[in-house]
Structure formats: C-alpha cells, structure tokens
C-alpha cells in the first residue's frame, strides 16, 4: 500500500507564492515520476508539473517561467513552487506518483488528497 500527502495549499493574493509539497510512503520499490494536477471548478484535471524519474521535467504552458517541480529522492518528496499566481490558478491541486512496487516492470498510480489553493484579491 501507498500512501500519498500534499501540503501547502492555502489563499494568496495575486502576485503571491506558495509551495506545496508532496509525500508518497509505503512499500515502494522504486519511483518513475512524480507530478501535480489541478482541478477548478466545473473544469477537467488538467497536467500543471511532472518530474519524470532520469530527470525530465514538463510543465502546461499556462505555467511555465512561474512555477517550478523538484524532488527530493531520499525523502520521496515532490514540490512545486509557485510564483506569480494568478486567479486563474485557482483550483485543488493533487499529487500523482507512478512508482514500482518490486522489481519487476508493472507500475501503479497513485493520488493524493488533493489540497486548495486559492488566489484572490
């Protein structure tokens, strides 16, 4: 069993920052990537941040140059920063973790909670 955390979400101003973090624990062989969604309201979930194991990264183009994904493999961390909010970034954000539960090639999806965070004036 998996168990995936987020923290961090919270209300900010425009302009503001936040950084969420995401914790996966439980009997994992290996991680093959590590990323954050978001959901807004009445809006499908949509990709925002991906670190993909041997050190790729993606990012949606609504968020590029303002937000940034790293991880912190020893702790099996993801974090996201992010800069410059804006409203339009309103949404739940969930963690998703693909890991390897042994050693052979199967791999599972995992979700967070999800965590809110706001940007308002």
């Known amino acids: 069993q998996v168990q995936v955390v987020e923290s961090g979400g919270g209300s900010v101003q425009p302009e503001g920052s936040l950084r969420l973090s995401c914790a996966a624990s439980g009997s994992i062989f290996s991680i093959s990537a590590m990323g954050w969604y978001r959901q807004a309201p009445e809006k499908q979930r949509e990709l925002v941040a991906k670190d993909i194991s041997g050190g790729r990264t993606y990012y949606a183009d609504s968020v590029k140059e303002r937000f940034t994904i790293s991880r912190d493999n020893a702790k099996n961390t993801v974090y996201l920063q992010m800069n410059s909010l804006k409203p339009e970034d309103t949404a739940i954000y969930y963690c998703?973790?693909?890991?390897?539960?042994?050693?052979?090639?199967?791999?599972?999806?995992?979700w967070g909670q999800g965590t809110q965070v706001t940007v308002s004036s």
């Open positions: 998703n973790v693909i890991v390897r539960l042994s050693a052979d090639r199967n791999e599972f999806m995992y």
